[in-house]
């Protein structure tokens, strides 16, 4: 049933490839281009918002958070990721030109289905992203927008998140062009990115043995530091999640440009330090951060994409550039370094002590 690996966390992050082929499915015109999605709205809906709001917890609030930031770049509207348990309707514009996304894999979260309740309460026109047909969270919200993972097992969530921002990625092209804020030639571009990511997830995959081996180095850590900026700095939040998750370890994630304001405290030669610089998520900058961290001792492990000269880190990984979803990509890396570090420590990886897939208490 793991189809021959260990776990079926490491099943999962192998079946990102086809996850991610099923969520593009049917949804990409290329000539045209255009993201075709099943959603409709009523006219003049998404062209009169003032903000979409995206709600979610945990791995979803990191998807979520990708999202806002891809959707503002695109779609010319104020966009905002905020944690469904936190969530709340005071203080914000006018509810029929807002529009919320509620993002949950089981679509069962119950911090997430209460920010719904919410967003509902005042009229705010709502909407689904999951994983899971016949969920409470489609009974809910107004329309449904299915992210086709598949079923995912592992407690740590992994491809339901590279589907989870491949969706909302398809999802903020079409809102960009229902509001004429996107040239079909841009929108092109996106969308020729996307269709590369399975293959570009496919490439870090094939290097797993030398994530597995470098990771070896670093097992005996005292704590891990995730960096980046702008849409690299949500993956640089979920790397450290996972290593959380599986591994019991000290993990953070912090905006590059905060090391200094305060964690590099906290920084030693124990501390490696791995930071996401791939092109739009201003690498220069973050460089320069992580030679901060490099000056303290801590190793440099960096996810780069040619754009600027990595030299001086210890190690790095290389992801081919697909523009905005570059960063997706380099989270396969993350991915299986913590299941790496966790594996090599013998821990029960697909169930982790005090957690559970499905969290149905607020
Ligand atoms: C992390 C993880 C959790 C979930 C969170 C929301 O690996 O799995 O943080 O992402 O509990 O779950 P859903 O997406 O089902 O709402």
Redesign the pocket.
Known sequence: EKGGYDHYMLKEIHEQPTALRQALSGRIDLERGTADLDLTFPAGFLDSLDEIQFV????????AHYAAHLTESFADVRATAEL?SEYTVDGGGDPRRTLTVA???????A??LGALRRANGTGIRTLAV???LGST?TRDADDSLFIRAGPEI?????K??AS?VTTMALLSVFVAQERNALSAADARDVLTDLRGLPGAVQQVLDDAGDVREAATAFVDASAYFFVSRAHGYPVAL?GA??LK?IAYDHAEGFAAGELKHGPLALVTEDTPILAVLTEGTRPEETLNNVAEAQTRGAPAIGIVDGSVETNSLDTAFSVPSLGPVTPLVANVYFQLFAYAIANQQGRSIDKPRN?????TVE
């Open positions: 979610a917890c945990g791995t979803s609030f990191y998807a469904a993002v949950t894999q089981s679509g069962e979260t911090d997430t999951t994983n899971t969270v592992g407690v740590a969530a992994t339901t998140f989870q979920e999640l996972k998750e957690l559970a897939k499905s969290v």
